[in-house]
């Protein structure tokens, strides 16, 4: 008889990190399995590996049978490689991780207990640095001026009067891909993570942008504490300039695919006012970006075909504004 499916899968993309795998998931293990004997429920731990070259198939092999490894022959970036692992889980609820984040004691006891209502699509976790333990990321704020969406301002809810374990949740513009949780239903629903914006950066805002437009809620959950190093890979993979590139392309990518037709034509009139301004200040990765996003015009007509009849809330709805109690933070 078939077995019933795990009620939690833990899903790790990496790419060339056995040394973070090493350092970094035994914490994960640890706590997975912490919270299985004390909930009475089953988990799953699933690696995908995204084609690393650097003797991480060879450990994985090597390690405990708790883990489920999927690998891929080639590096396609972490929008491809977080896909291939959630849609490998068998559980309806997603906690994916980077690979260079800790997971304390306690940290998994609140998860499903967030999902009590059938509109949250996902919820975002407090990141502490590591290893200071300082607040690094708490829920995303999100206001759109000169048309462009600024999300990168988190809030965080104030300890003063209560445990951290009694803090409220609240709402937040977009989940933190390198450690949030969501269901699996709306994941694939969705389509994951689109590989358009490979190798990295915005799949994670352009996903929970996506969510709220179709009406669900993103919701940011402080009881749930990890510990992230932080651009480990990406500042290891990737030189100063090519990352500017990709954010700036991957930024102009997010709106042109997801922005009604109002906010859209403001958002056109600065991306191009932009150009000469950039110019003017001697920073041309605007520029490459700009080009790089032209190049996938197609695809994003081909997206927003698709996309709008979901659209449920328009953009004007989904700005963030601290909630009450909430500390600013950055």
């Known amino acids: 008889m078939p077995t019933e499916p795990p009620a939690l899968a833990l899903v790790i993309p990496t790419w060339n990190g056995l040394e973070l795998l090493r350092q970094f998931l035994p914490s994960v293990i640890a706590e997975a399995q912490c919270w299985s004997a004390q909930s009475g429920q089953s988990h799953e731990i699933i690696i995908s590996d995204d084609g690393s070259n650097d003797g991480t198939a060879v450990w994985l092999a090597e390690q405990t049978s708790a883990l489920r490894v999927v690998a891929s022959p080639h590096n396609r970036g972490f929008a491809a490689a977080a896909n291939a692992g959630v849609f490998a889980a068998r559980a309806p609820i997603i906690v994916l991780l980077n690979n260079d984040v800790v997971l304390p004691a306690g940290a998994l006891d609140p998860v499903l207990a967030s999902f009590a209502d059938d509109d949250i699509f996902g919820i975002t976790f407090r990141g502490l640095s590591h290893p200071a333990a300082q607040f690094e990321t708490g829920g995303k704020l999100g206001i759109f001026r000169r048309g462009f969406w600024s999300c990168w301002r988190n809030y965080d809810m104030s300890a003063a009067s209560a445990p951290v374990v009694e803090l409220p949740d609240g709402p937040s513009f977009m989940l933190t891909g390198g450690f949030c949780a969501f269901r699996r239903a709306g994941f694939e629903q969705l389509g994951g993570f689109d590989p358009i914006f490979a190798p990295y950066y915005w799949e994670d805002v352009d996903l929970s942008y996506r969510a709220r437009k179709r009406g669900w809620r993103v919701l940011y959950e402080p009881r ?43 958002h056109l009139l600065w991306a191009h006012l932009l150009l000469p301004q950039m110019a003017l200040r001697g920073d041309f990765a605007y520029h490459a970006g700009y080009a790089q996003a032209l190049r996938r015009l197609p695809e994003v007509f081909r997206f927003r075909r698709r996309e709008i009849p979901h659209w449920r809330r328009p953009d004007r709805d989904l700005a963030v504004l601290p909630p009450p109690g909430a500390i600013s933070g950055e």
Do not use: K, Y
Not at 233 to 250: C, G, L, M, S
């Open 224 to 266: 749930i504490q990890v510990h992230h190093m932080g651009q480990a890979t990406t500042r290891r993979h990737r030189t100063p300039w090519q990352r500017a590139v990709v954010i700036e392309r991957n930024r102009l990518l997010f709106h042109w695919r997801n922005l009604d037709s109002g906010p859209l034509a403001w």
